[in-house]
């Protein structure tokens, strides 16, 4: 039995390191040249270094944006004069007050037309290397074109959304205070692009414990954080949004797609960018900032609950089956990581 036993010792330490070493090799893969983000302002606000020896670290406490611009930005997020028909928001799929989600499988866009993939979370967006599932968009600025040109979404485009706008009095005004070419496409990137880097959600009891408050995690807790580094869950959710700084494919160990029987379009991943190869199934990996509050899961929305998303994630990423036990205990630590914004919790 002890041979049995060390044996599957060493398989399983052999599959997490497996998984560690397709992650680099991912890494190692990055022909964009963008390095993950930093966080911005740890140094100048004398943080603590605690969280030096640990894969994950806290969000900064305040961000620096361009305020005036950050609270136009705010007004245009919240304006469904962005869409064709004067229907749709960006606020209409990142509702702030559910998490920065709209909760549906896919987005839902003008004329109830519905999208093929999951909506992300604006919360803490700031800190990806790239946007979209797919990174194709390599700025915020970049990203807030997406729905207004897509026609299954906002159906405009920045012309359009422009003439609307000179229209008001308030952002004539506005944006002939804040940029030199009043209202235009690039001045309504810029500013949606700084309301979004505001959105921050620090504060969560993970990060609190990160900076030395150790009565912040339970025993629960702190033992779910050591499965989700033992069991090589930190090996792409890492850094300072938990995620959001590669990609990695999806179905390392087993083939994802065709044991679902879906493969379709939206399932490509960087392949629909790039049209190479090696990029399909490939996305940038999400966020796990403020996870338990963000279902459904997955790029295309089709896991419903937490647990069914460690359980799939420790299977296809890791080669694990996992107890119920540890799923709980990882599930629980992920709950920790649910921050607040503006001072409320999410």
């Known amino acids: ?64 944006v361009n305020a005036a611009k950050a609270a136009l930005g705010a007004k245009l997020f919240h304006d469904t004069r962005l869409s064709h028909d004067d229907s749709i928001a960006c606020a209409s799929c990142h509702k702030l007050d559910q998490a920065g989600i709209d909760g549906r499988r896919t987005a839902v866009g003008i004329g109830g037309q519905t999208g093929a993939i999951n ?36 159906a405009s485009s920045w012309d359009e959304v422009a003439a609307k706008l000179r229209q008001d009095h308030y952002y004539r005004n506005a944006f002939g205070h804040l940029y030199a070419g009043g209202v235009a496409a690039a001045a ?70 065709a044991d679902r029987g879906k493969d379709g379009p939206e399932d490509q991943g960087r392949f629909t960018v790039t049209g190479r190869e090696a990029d399909r199934h490939f996305f940038k990996v999400p966020s796990l900032r403020n996870v338990a509050r963000t279902a ?29 036990e540890e799923t709980a205990l990882i599930a629980e630590f992920l709950g920790a990581l649910t921050g607040s914004y503006q001072g409320e919790p999410l």
């Open 188 to 257: 309504i990137k810029d500013a949606i692009a700084a309301f979004e880097r505001s959105l921050v959600t620090p504060d969560a009891r993970f990060d609190r414990w990160l900076r030395s408050d150790k009565s912040a995690l339970g025993e629960r807790e702190l033992r779910g954080y050591r499965l989700f580094k033992d069991f090589g869950c930190a090996s792409c959710h890492q850094g300072v949004n938990i995620g959001g700084n590669l990609y990695a494919g999806l179905g390392v160990f087993g083939n994802f797609f």
């Open 296 to 324: 459904p899961y997955f790029h295309d929305g089709s896991v419903r609950t937490l647990d069914e998303a460690i359980r799939l994630m420790a299977k296809y990423q890791l080669g694990r089956e996992l107890t119920r």
């Open 119 to 154: 909506t992300p979370t604006v919360f803490n967006s700031g800190f990806n290397f790239r946007q979209f599932w797919d990174g194709r968009a390599a700025s915020l600025e970049d990203q807030a074109a997406g729905p207004v040109h897509n026609p299954a979404e906002m």
């Open 1 to 64: 039995m002890s041979g049995h036993s060390s044996l599957a010792r060493t398989v399983a330490a052999f599959a997490a390191g497996a998984a560690a070493l397709l992650v680099l090799a991912s890494i190692a893969a990055w022909y964009l040249g963008a390095p993950p983000p930093a966080a911005p302002g740890r140094e100048a606000a004398g943080e603590s270094a605690a969280f030096d020896s640990e894969p994950i670290s806290p969000l900064p406490q305040t961000v620096e």
